[in-house]
């Protein structure tokens, strides 16, 4: 049964082909029982689409907006089956005083995501940036033994505290730099490179089942970042370091489409990691117009379609989906409009595109989920 949808454009599919869609098996044809007012949808939402491809497909999730808007609280339930935490698992947000912990953000997305039978990625443990005072501003006084046993502890308390709920780890994020080598942070100055597989080691322990990923972004292509990270998790591989996956976190522009990025999955893939996508968008000068929209909707396409071919890919989540509360305005000056729908909740060709190549492209992942190559 198809539910009237309050997208602005329609679906550019037959609607044989979207019925054939519809009556295969794990796509839920009928409203989730938790969805609250369906009478302004008609077409089956991403993530009923991307259940028939068995991948979860998910957002970044910002907690002001969750607890204030309610169109924005919807569309979080009826688009997609995994969400992240745009800010509330970040070292600063959970740890704001050493050794006093705030979990009521960060307990309120989970609970709410397994409330919506979504699954969740934890984001972020070791990253340079949005660390607390106290540990930045002691560095000097810090002993490096006194250091690493705080990294241990963070790392163990928050992986501990969430064991058995959070499905996939952003253990460490953008250690490398963008001119080559690792990124000067302070985990490097106090501990040195082997920061990042105990890193791994770490969160491995405090939950033996989650899927623990590096994440960096301009690592979409087969190109320098990611050649220093598949030489690194090569190496982890080889040692017996407890890596699982290679996060892509695909912040791009509308005029520049990704050209090698199911290489760069099938490489990690024969190492035996899974890959994702972790925090799509696409971003484009303003104002926006007809053109840059369309450029805009093949760049989501490429990264979308690049993981539903690969079975090694795992998840495919989107940084945010609304152009109302994108961290991009705020960041690169003159530009904004990165995400699939626009500041009024309304699709943009962006949305048909990916709604489009769910659609269209045959599944590749059998009835266990995903397969490490
Ligand atoms: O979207 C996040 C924004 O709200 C924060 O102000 C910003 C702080 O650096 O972090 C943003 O999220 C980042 C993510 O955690 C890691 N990869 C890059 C993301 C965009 O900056």
């Not at 912990?101 to 409330?115: F, H, Q």
Request: aromatic fraction near 8%; proline fraction near 4%.
């Amino acid at each position: 049964m198809l539910r009237p949808r309050r997208r602005g454009l329609r679906l550019a599919v037959p609607a044989i082909v979207l019925g054939a869609v519809l009556a295969a098996p794990g796509v839920a044809a009928a409203a989730p029982p938790h969805e609250a007012d369906t009478s302004h949808r008609t077409d089956a939402s991403l993530r009923q689409l991307a259940d028939r491809h068995r991948l979860p497909i998910g957002t970044a999730a910002d907690d002001a907006a969750l607890t204030s808007d309610a169109a924005y609280r919807e569309d979080i339930t009826t688009e997609f089956s995994s969400v992240t935490a745009e800010n509330v698992m970040k070292w600063e947000s959970l740890e704001p005083e050493r050794g006093q912990y705030d979990w009521a953000a960060a307990d309120r997305l989970v609970e709410t995501a397994e409330a919506n039978g979504q699954q969740v990625r934890g984001h972020v443990l070791i990253w340079h940036s949005q660390l607390p005072d106290w540990l930045t501003e002691n560095e000097a006084s810090i002993s490096t033994e006194e250091f690493r046993e705080i990294v241990r502890n963070h790392i163990q308390t928050v992986v501990g505290r969430y064991k058995g709920r959070i499905a996939e780890w952003d253990v460490v994020n953008e250690a490398f730099s963008d001119t080559g080598g690792l990124r000067d942070s302070i985990f490097l100055r106090k501990l040195g490179p082997g920061y990042i597989a105990d890193a791994f080691r770490w969160a491995h322990e405090a939950d033996p089942k989650a899927t623990l990923f590096y994440n960096d972004y301009s690592a979409e292509d087969v190109n320098r970042k990611s050649n220093e990270a598949y030489a690194l998790i090569k190496d982890f591989v080889a040692t017996g370091v407890p890596i699982d996956g290679f996060g892509m976190q695909a912040h791009h522009s509308a005029n520049y489409a990704p050209t090698t990025m199911r290489e760069n999955i099938q490489r990690f893939a024969a190492l035996g990691l899974v890959t994702a996508v972790t925090e799509a968008d696409v971003r484009m000068q303003l104002p926006v117009d007809g053109t840059k929209l369309q450029a805009q909707a093949n760049v989501f396409s490429v990264l979308l379609s690049s993981c539903l071919a690969e079975r090694s890919c795992i998840s495919f989540t989107s940084w945010g989906f609304t152009d109302k509360y994108s961290w991009v305005p705020n960041t690169f000056e003159g530009q904004g409009a990165a995400l699939f729908l626009d500041e009024n909740l309304q699709a943009k060709p962006a949305y048909e595109a990916m709604r489009n190549d769910l659609l269209l492209t045959e599944p590749v992942r059998g009835k266990r989920g995903h397969g490490r190559g």
